[in-house]
């Protein structure tokens, strides 16, 4: 399995707090991305990075920052939590080449109340 | 744009029986590739089957095949002798040559009945 952690796997927070996922990779892939899965509309990009320091955005970017400092993290931050940001989140890495499948991390459970 | 449809939000299949999932895609490349994803409750994704565009052959994986109409802009997955642990909800996925990005469709959720 390739390597990927997502943390935390579940949080609960309130309405207007600030929320950072963050998402390790120990394969060195260049590519990584943050999709949200929702019922009745599969996974969506909300950002991607391309390498350290260098992203862009994706169909639900509003509302959501990241950051990649290093190879290996992708940090994705609500920067004032929304209800409508209640979601399961997924981290993914590629190599880069669309023939490769991406892999995907574990998922992180987002409940804003 | 390009638009990936699974047009089934649900199925239900007997076990030991076959069944095949929809996916339609539109786009204007000519090269490019499909991917079947598998999500058990477990929230893992999982890759099933990988397409290339260019190859006539269809993709196999033991009971998991693929009937690709490039055409038709068709790409089902057909599940043979179907298992209780295929009990998933499935994604099809498309991404073009050359491209960093990939598009999902919306799911199919699979029902093994026993």
């Known amino acids: 399995d390739a390597g990927i952690t997502q943390s935390p796997r579940h949080k609960v927070t309130e309405t207007g707090t600030p929320v950072t996922l963050r998402c390790h990779q120990t394969?060195?892939?260049?590519?990584m991305y943050w999709y949200r899965q929702d019922p009745g509309h599969g996974l969506r990009l909300i950002h991607y990075s391309y390498g350290v320091k260098d992203t862009d955005k994706g169909e639900v970017s509003d509302g959501y920052s990241v950051s990649r400092s290093k190879t290996e993290d992708f940090l994705l931050t609500l920067e004032s939590a929304t209800s409508s940001q209640t979601s399961v989140y997924f981290c993914?890495?590629?190599?880069?080449?669309?023939?490769?499948?991406?892999?995907f991390g574990d998922g992180t459970r987002l409940s804003i109340l | 744009a390009q638009t990936v449809t699974q047009s089934q939000p649900e199925m239900s299949v007997q076990e030991a029986e076959t069944v095949t999932l929809s996916c339609t895609y539109d786009?204007?490349?000519?090269?490019?590739?499909l991917f079947w994803y598998k999500q058990p409750p477990s929230r893992q994704m999982i890759l099933v089957i990988r397409q290339e565009a260019y190859k006539q052959q269809n993709a196999t994986e033991n009971r998991f095949s693929v009937n690709f109409q490039k055409a038709a802009k068709s790409f089902s997955l057909k599940i043979s002798d179907s298992q209780l642990g295929d009990a998933a909800m499935y994604f099809c996925a498309y991404a073009g040559s050359g491209t960093y990005k990939y598009i999902f469709g919306t799911g199919t959720r699979l029902k093994v009945l026993a």
């Open positions: 394969e060195n892939h260049r590519y």
């Open positions: 786009t204007s490349e000519s090269d490019y590739y």
């Open positions: 993914a890495i590629s190599q880069g080449n669309s023939n490769q499948p991406q892999h």
